[in-house]
């Protein structure tokens, strides 16, 4: 069966400091990689997607960038957090279908 | 631009009754819809999905509703019960859109009295 996994899962950063939040698919090949943002009291919105290894696009212009490394690997990065990237971070995956499956999520709190 | 929208923030609801969510959305493009399930600081749960093409889709306790000429889906869950007490957000996509994206709802947080 597919599992995936998000770490931290709590993260408290100061404004300008840099992050680095890591999402990993197992049980499957080729997944399609998702990154959402929960603001406090709202929905999910989309930030990045892939395909395939390398491949990335953007849903929205941010402070933040996405990498896939490995098949597997999706991860979310930014170069100096303000306070409004705070918010819960999750990672998603599907294959054949359109439902996308979550993992745990990341709780960021930047000060 | 919010091309998915569900318009009850909360809902409450007596144990055994029947819960109804709302889910309105503006793309006309889109011909697949999803329901998901979550709980405060963790992941939403998929809970069922219907395509464009059909009108209900049940599973179980959870029965989907889709009304295209109005735009609109509803999630009826009966009985309801303690347990489903979460916030729900309904999503939308593009089957033949490139990468499988969706399109969620602010959300209608759902509390089950007993």
């Known amino acids: 069966s597919q599992t995936i996994h998000q770490w931290p899962a709590t993260l408290v950063q100061p404004v300008g400091s840099p992050l680095s939040l890591e999402c990993t698919v197992e049980?499957?090949?080729?997944?399609?990689l998702y990154w959402y943002r929960q603001a406090a009291g709202r929905g999910l919105q989309l930030l990045f997607y892939?395909?395939?290894?390398?491949?990335i696009s953007s849903e929205v212009p941010q402070n933040l960038s996405a990498s896939r490394p490995q098949d597997r690997q999706f991860i979310l990065s930014s170069k100096k957090l303000l306070l409004s990237d705070s918010g819960f971070y999750l990672c998603?995956?599907?294959?054949?279908?359109?439902?996308?499956?979550f993992g745990p999520g990341t709780r960021l709190l930047v000060l | 631009d919010q091309q998915v929208k569900q318009n009850s923030p909360s809902l409450s609801v007596q144990e055994g009754r029947i819960s109804i969510l709302n889910c309105d959305y503006t793309?006309?493009?889109?011909?697949?819809f999803l329901w998901y399930k979550k709980y405060p600081a963790e992941g939403p749960t998929f809970l069922i999905s219907?395509?464009?093409?059909?009108d209900k889709n049940e599973d179980g306790r959870f029965t989907v509703f889709l009304n295209k000429s109005a735009k609109h889906l509803s999630l009826h869950i009966v009985p309801s019960q303690p347990g489903d007490s979460a916030v729900y957000f309904c999503?939308?996509?593009?089957?033949?859109?490139?990468?499988?994206?969706?399109?969620f709802g602010g959300g209608t947080r759902v509390l089950v009295k007993p």
């Open positions: 049980g499957t090949s080729n997944p399609n």
């Open positions: 219907i395509s464009s093409i059909k």
């Open positions: 793309n006309s493009m889109f011909d697949y």
């Open positions: 999503a939308a996509s593009q089957i033949k859109a490139a990468g499988n994206k969706l399109t």
């Open positions: 892939s395909v395939g290894i390398g491949q």
């Open positions: 998603a995956w599907n294959k054949r279908g359109l439902a996308q499956y």
